[in-house]
């Protein structure tokens, strides 16, 4: 069973950037590798994700065009650059991982079999 710990969150300026990184142990990271995220009283949403292997990436449009995934194979890590952060960008960001499959929705949680425990990321205005 593959474990993945998020990190790289805090507190930042509306209009700054933070880079948040997903480090799995274990194993390796399955096919799909995404980051959703969880604003208080709001459901868990997706927010980007990226083949492990071919690096193919995918993201809401909420935030297409401020951020960008990518992954270190060497280092087992899939990374979020999120720039331009906005208030509305604040809350629990979580990485998963998923072997994909016929029915595979890149955007769908319950699709998700493995998850990180989150890491706060907090705008202000």
């Known amino acids: 069973q593959v474990q993945l710990v998020e990190s790289g969150g805090g507190l930042v300026q509306a209009g700054g950037s933070l880079r948040l990184s997903c480090a799995a142990s274990g194993r390796t990271f399955s096919r799909y590798v995404g980051w959703f995220r969880q604003a208080p009283g709001k459901e868990r949403e997706f927010v980007a994700a990226?083949?492990?292997?071919?690096?193919?990436?995918y993201y809401a449009d909420s935030v297409k065009g401020r951020f960008t995934i990518s992954r270190d194979n060497a280092k087992n890590t899939v990374n979020i650059q999120m720039n331009s952060l906005k208030p509305e960008d604040t809350a629990v960001y979580y990485c998963?991982?998923?072997?994909?499959?016929?029915?595979?929705?890149?955007?769908?949680?319950?699709?998700?079999?493995?998850w990180g425990q989150g890491t706060q990321v907090t705008v202000s205005s």
């Open positions: 990226i083949t492990w292997s071919g690096g193919l990436t």
């Open positions: 998963a991982t998923s072997k994909g499959g016929y029915y595979f929705n890149i955007g769908r949680i319950s699709d998700y079999d493995a």
